[in-house]
């Protein structure tokens, strides 16, 4: 007598496509209401965001495929992105059957490749995972039937490796003679779940079968509601989660499209991620040398009482916040402001903190430069001030000399010492009339006579280069003359000569030139070029790199280190460029050169003339 058995248990048919792991078997008299159904169980895989893998007969594979397409699922795209495999149930039966046998390596070759690229194909992790698959009933037409039984036993080991849900299906034609009832059991033992066929009338010759069968089919019937009750429920969820998604996608978009730095910390105060911004930010290239280090690691350690005093803020709850120096993995020095968020979980405990850093080092640096140059504002003024009073006394030292020059039986050696400090005082006098020009006429462009303007310059620290037996070559054509702003080219001048003086050693050299010149990178506009050599000690690549970083200096507690920074600055704001060339050994020195533009004469004649 042919006996039903339901294995372990029985449930709903779907129920594989909720279960994490399942191996179902399903048998049919109908494949028209098979194929309807297996649409549906696919069609709420793929639509949840998962993949479905199908191993079918290609008649079976066309029918499914028209059933998902009347369910507005979009397999093109599905296929594309690996959520939909589709593959031949034969061709894939001739890849591990040797002599009528699964092969168990061949099997395991052929198959776990496609459950990876569905499974990374997933939207979402939690999506699901299933597969359907007649070999086995292919199999069982074909007379291996215990190639059947055995290649359901691989499946089951497949499904230990991995978890998803399988599905298999034979018509229940194929156990109709009670002589393979013990093939039958053998199935259903391979099966965690034994889907029912529509009706048994093929079987109603015993009684108690069409009870039983009776029985299935009201079963069925609830079974099918709550299928259907079910499939609403998943088309909710799905809305809802795709709802979720995209919240959590705009979000996304937000902290990768925003400029600050934007950290997630654990409550201990671990890295876990890094906005693209804020790698961009801090110069990592590498995110994964940083994941999982302590935050408070990146800060200096006068900085670290404040950053610990923050996260401690935000664990309790609170905000915290601080704003401290943060040095790059490339060495550059940032200047950070920092705010620390507690993010909870439903517990209403601190799970995680969001730390917003924002880069101040510009504004910093904006500040500090205009500090520095009120301060050296209110240097000239009292320079030009100090100047300017001088003259009186000045003027009144130098009438005396002339009249003790002019006394009748002057000693001859009392009248060269008064020559002398006559000659002097007309020096200082000149001095303090250029040092003025450095205060005057700065705010408007006018004539400028280039080779005037640098003799100023030059008088301005011929002292200091007398000290150190510094010669200067001065070649600039007299008639040389430039439309520009004269206060800001005698600082550019005055910042290259200072360097240029500190950079030579005793008895160093130094070239001044300027001449009329195009600048072809800019077009071919004309202007003015001048260069200042020197013979020095040069610099080194490191120093190279940041001698335009404002407030880098080589001279220890006498330079600022905005020199460069301003000249540079001033010139580009006018259109101008400056560059340089430097090198250490021998020989050895620095070429600083800037090109201003404007109106200019283009006669250049040589004039060596040294200080």
Known sequence: MHKLYMGNRQKAPGQQFITPSSHSVQFYEDPEVFLEQLAGF?????????CYLVLATAEHRCSLQQRLARRAIDLRMAAAGNRFIALDAREVLTTFMVEGWPNRERFFASLEPQLLRARSARLRPDAPLSAFGEMVALLWEDGHREAAVHLEQLWNE????????????YPIACFAHDSRDDLFARVCREH??????????????????LRLVSTLQQEAAVVRAVVEERE????????????????????RRIIESGVDCVMILDPQGRLEYISPSGQQALEISNLSNFLGRSW???????????????????RAGGIGSFQGDCSTPQGTRKFWDERITPVRGNDGQVEQLIAVARDLTELRQAQQIAVQAEKLAAAGRMAATIAHEINNPLEAVTNFIYLARTTPDMPEEAARHLEVADRELTRVAQIAQKTLGFYRDTSKDKWLHVRELVEDVLLIYERK??????????????????YFKQGELRQVLSNLLVNAIDACASGGRIWLRAHASTDWSEGGEDGVRFTIADNGAGMSPEVQKRIFVPFFTTKANVGTGIGLWVSKSLLEQHGGSLRFRSRQGSP?????????PGNANLQVHELPRSA
């Open 465 to 482: 280069m007398r000290n150190k037996q510094i010669t200067a070559e001065v070649s600039v054509d007299p008639e040389l003359r430039i």
């Open 296 to 314: 408070v690691e990146f800060w200096k350690d006068e900085d670290r009482p404040r950053v610990e005093a923050a996260l401690a803020a935000a």
């Open 232 to 251: 609403r429920a998943i088309a909710q969820r799905r809305h809802a989660e795709e709802k979720l998604w995209r919240s959590e996608e705009f979000v």
């Open 588 to 596: 050895s020195g620095t070429v600083m050169s800037f090109f201003v």
């Open 42 to 50: 696919a069609g709420a895989a793929v639509g949840a965001g998962g």
């Open 158 to 169: 497949l499904l230990g490796r991995h978890s998803f849900s399988l599905l298999c299906a």
């Open 192 to 209: 965690t779940e034994v889907m029912p066929t529509e009706g048994y009338t093929a079987l109603q010759s015993d009684a108690e079968r």
